[in-house]
């Protein structure tokens, strides 16, 4: 068995973070979201990997290289332009050849892996294995409808869903799925929907099943999902501390401390992760952060944030809550009179004052 990891999209949800960088190699707990897959996947015991990527693909090919330090081999399939799930495996059919495989899209997390999920589709051999979760918002995803384990129908986010199950972002197939992504049309959209392929299946009679998940997991499209993801995986920190905590800070419940950090006069409060070579002076940080390598904080107060490496906030009066930062920011208050509020913001960018 091989796997299919999709890296390939704009993210346009989470701009302007992603005008600069692909949308997979976000940080969650201190880790890109891509490198969770990829674990997944390697835990599941497949070792050959496919990864569809775009315009980030020279970015993502740098960070994750040939895969040898995640135990598996790494393939890259360039794809001309974001076209749909099923023009991606359209593409990966050189690569896939006559194996099946497991397709898992790059910015979901799945916290109990994919080990269940594959063992499944091994042991009763159907034509493909889609993975399903209850939510309460259906209209926001595909939704399936089952019948004694089968699929027997799909629909991309619909007004009315049939119920309350939603595709993960995580599917397994054998070689008839590509028969059905060479014989679909593309949508309004003018894509080649992946729910589309597996309706073709299941309408020529091939056996499509699913598997319900009970655990967590998240597409992280949004900024308010992303921290919802990093709240899930920072919970689940083992605690460790490699950098500085002077005599006049406190670390209360659990925090990972990487290399080279310095804490200085601050209140951590976990759980927290706090990257390399970061320094936190006169601060507090609250429960469900995660500071970047290179970050400095000083005279600040910050919970419930990501904050991406090299940033600098300094001398900010309000506490930091519920707040997704970049690379390289720098955020602090104004000491002189009169006193003024200077923005440079991209995009799509979304500030509050209070």
Not at 129 to 136: A, G, H, K, T, Y
Not at 192 to 211: K, P
Not at 286 to 307: A, D, H, Q, W, Y
Request: aromatic residues 6%; charged residues 20%.
């Amino acid at each position: 068995m091989k796997a299919l990891i999709l890296s390939g999209g704009t993210g346009s949800r989470l701009r302007p973070l992603t005008y600069t960088g692909a949308k997979q190699l976000i940080p969650v707990a201190n880790k890109p979201i891509l490198f969770y897959a990829i674990e997944a996947i390697r835990e599941a015991g497949i070792t050959e990997i496919g990864m569809i990527v775009g315009d980030t693909g020279a970015e993502i090919e740098r960070v994750v290289g040939d895969g040898q330090v995640f135990g598996v081999k790494i393939t890259y399939i360039p794809q001309e332009a974001p076209l749909g799930l099923a023009h991606a495996v359209k593409i990966a059919e050189s690569f896939i050849g006559a194996d099946d495989f497991l397709m898992f899209l790059g910015d979901n997390l799945v916290r109990d892996g994919v080990r269940a999920f594959s063992e499944q589709f091994q042991s009763s051999k159907p034509n493909g294995l889609i993975l399903l979760s209850r939510v309460p918002d259906p209209q926001r995803f595909g939704v399936a409808e089952i019948q004694g384990g089968q699929v027997t129908r799909l629909i991309e986010k619909p007004k009315v869903p049939p119920s309350d199950l939603a595709l993960v972002g995580v599917y397994l197939f054998d070689r008839s799925i590509f028969r059905a992504v060479n014989e679909i049309a593309p949508s309004a959209r003018g894509e080649l929907e992946i729910t589309d392929a597996i309706q073709h299946l299941i309408d020529h009679g091939y056996r499509v099943e699913a598997h319900i998940i009970d655990g967590w997991w998240k597409d992280t499209g949004k900024p308010e999902d992303m921290l919802e993801a990093n709240r899930m995986m920072v919970e689940n920190i083992t605690p460790s501390c490699d950098g500085t905590v002077d005599q006049c800070s406190q670390v209360i419940g659990r925090a990972c401390i990487a290399s080279g950090a310095v804490i200085e006069n601050s209140v951590i409060r976990g759980p927290v992760v706090i990257g390399a070579n970061a320094v936190i002076r006169n601060s507090y940080i609250g429960p469900f952060t995660s500071i970047s390598e290179g970050v400095r904080i000083e005279g600040s107060e910050l919970e419930n944030s990501i904050i991406l490496q090299d940033t600098v906030i300094e001398h900010i009066p309000t506490r930091i809550d519920s707040s997704l930062i970049g690379k390289n920011v720098h955020i602090s208050k104004v000491i002189e009179r009169p006193k003024a509020l200077t923005f440079v913001l991209g995009d799509n960018s979304r500030a509050e004052v209070q």
